[in-house]
């Protein structure tokens, strides 16, 4: 029988799967979409998400990131982080690099999806296949929590996320992130003449149309040529539990609060590993636990933020008080980058 079946083959469950046979146990992949994904994503990652990468072995190709810069077209603020360099990496090369270790490890991907799965007292049986246990790392929309009732309503407003990449040599190893009075626009280096640009809005419009917001960026970006444009929304998700009797979520399907403070990658990494911890114990329950302590930074920093950016005259002041207060600034992006 199978230790572990993961649902989904993404950052989350492939870090999952690694975590596991490194662990000595056997983990099976079922994933419906041949590699690697490409995903809206900030592609940026905290020094404590590169550290988690390097421990099981994958160092993918990408930008050091220095620290993180906060623009508002009149003042800017930047922090730089105190214990190592962050990542900017595209998602493919990052899946690639994932994939590559899962494979030489010996942890085999079968295509497919997991629905359905029936629990038994020592089992659960799905796709075909029978584990001990069941992973869900399915995403943001996760299958597999609504298909348990662990979905939680979605609070107002709903934001979204919007992509591209434009073909221009990197201005910075700063992430930065440019803040509008609709959204914010995050700007990662991924490449020798690559940088990403994200988005994040409650308004339903067009790219072009976000970008707009911001003429400073505007300017850097000049006639680089961009690339498609990929989405994803609503960004906010609940689950009432991570852990239902032998299925237990990781990733975005374990819960998510936002892409503004950028730690969705790095929090997956170190849950993976919480999680492989728990089994490998023979303490399942104790990763709920473990999963909450892991992300409450992330919960109450990026929750905060969030509520002051739903006020028009609180948004105003986000960059204003960074600015002002920079030793503060400074240590909530270290708190959160894990320095």
């Known amino acids: ?5 993961v649902a989904g083959g993404g950052p989350a469950g492939l870090a999952t799967a690694i975590h596991a046979a490194l662990a000595g146990m056997e983990a099976v992949v079922v994933e419906p979409r041949p590699g690697p994904v490409d995903k809206a994503c900030g592609e940026g990652l905290m020094p404590s998400g590169a550290a988690g990468l390097r421990a099981i072995g994958v160092e993918p190709d990408g930008r050091p990131l220095r620290g993180i810069r906060y623009l508002d077209g009149r003042r800017q603020v930047q922090a730089d982080f105190r214990d190592g360099a962050g990542l900017g990496v595209r998602r493919t090369v990052l899946h690639a690099a994932l994939a590559r270790r899962a494979a030489d490890l010996g ?18 049986e799905a796709a075909g296949l029978r584990a001990r246990w069941l992973v869900a790392a399915d995403g943001l929309h996760s ?32 992430v930065e992130v440019h803040w509008a009075a609709a959204g914010e626009a995050y700007v990662t280096p991924v490449g020798p003449d690559l940088v990403g640009v994200a988005v994040l809005s409650a308004r339903r419009r067009g790219y072009p149309e976000h970008l707009a917001d911001f003429p400073g960026l505007l300017d850097r970006l000049g006639g680089s040529v961009p690339s498609r444009v990929l989405g994803a929304g ?8 991570r852990v239902a009797g032998r299925v237990l979520l990781v990733g975005d399907a374990a819960g998510y609060v936002d892409a503004l403070t950028g730690e969705g990658i790095s929090l997956a990494l170190h849950s993976a590993r919480a999680l492989v911890g728990c089994l490998r114990a023979g303490r399942p329950e104790g990763y709920e636990r473990a999963w909450r ?19 028009p005259a609180s948004a105003r002041l986000i960059v204003p ?16 980058a894990g320095g």
């Open 107 to 124: 942890v085999r991907t079968v295509p497919g999806r997991v629905t359905g799965p029936r629990q038994y007292a020592d089992r659960v």
């Open 143 to 174: 299958p597999l929590r609504a298909g348990l009732g662990l979905d939680l309503p979605v609070p107002a407003p709903r934001r979204y996320g919007l992509r591209r990449h434009y073909r221009t040599e990197p201005w910075t190893d700063f």
């Open 1 to 5: 029988m199978i230790d572990v079946l």
């Open 321 to 336: 008080a960074a600015h002002r207060l920079p030793v503060v600034f400074r240590a909530a992006v270290n708190l959160l």
């Open 234 to 241: 609503p960004l906010r998700r609940g689950a009432r539990t």
């Open 293 to 311: 302590r892991l992300s409450l930074l992330h919960r109450v920093l990026t929750g905060a933020l969030l509520t002051a950016r739903r006020h």
